[in-house]
């Protein structure tokens, strides 16, 4: 039902920061929740960070706590993902994720969203 867009990934040094956005097109983006998971090559998606539709709410995995920040702004129809200390297991692709109906959260699983984006690659070189 929406239509997401990645962009902002790129090569970057261990400790650096990086700036990921999803662009939606889907005038229903501003009205649910969204969320950010990565894949590193022959691994399983992983659930990396959410945020619930106002973003009163966010939730983040074990391993990027306290590192990455989501946000979103609905009236730019865009979510965010700040990077910050990367260290070189944060290599993977980032997609993005967007919830197409109501749901509480937190948002941990692949199957909560409906709406994907094609993805942008991060690498962390160590």
């Known amino acids: 039902q929406v239509q997401l867009v990645e962009s902002g990934g790129g090569l970057v040094q261990t400790g650096g920061s990086l700036r990921l956005s999803c662009a939606a097109s889907?005038?229903?983006?501003?009205?649910?929740?969204m969320g950010w998971f990565r894949q590193a090559p022959w691994q399983e998606r992983e659930f990396v960070a959410a945020?619930?539709?106002?973003?009163?709410?966010?939730y983040y995995a074990d391993s990027v706590k306290g590192r990455f920040t989501i946000s979103r702004d609905n009236a730019k129809n865009t979510g965010y993902l700040q990077m910050n200390s990367l260290k070189p297991e944060d290599t993977a692709v980032y997609y993005c994720?967007?919830?197409?109906?109501?749901?509480?959260?937190?948002?941990?699983?692949?199957?909560?969203?409906?709406?994907w984006g094609q993805g942008t690659q991060v690498t962390v070189s160590s």
């Open positions: 889907g005038r229903t983006f501003s009205s649910y929740a």
């Open positions: 994720a967007a919830r197409n109906s109501f749901l509480p959260g937190p948002y941990y699983r692949p199957t909560d969203f409906g709406s």
């Open positions: 945020i619930s539709w106002r973003g009163g709410s966010t």
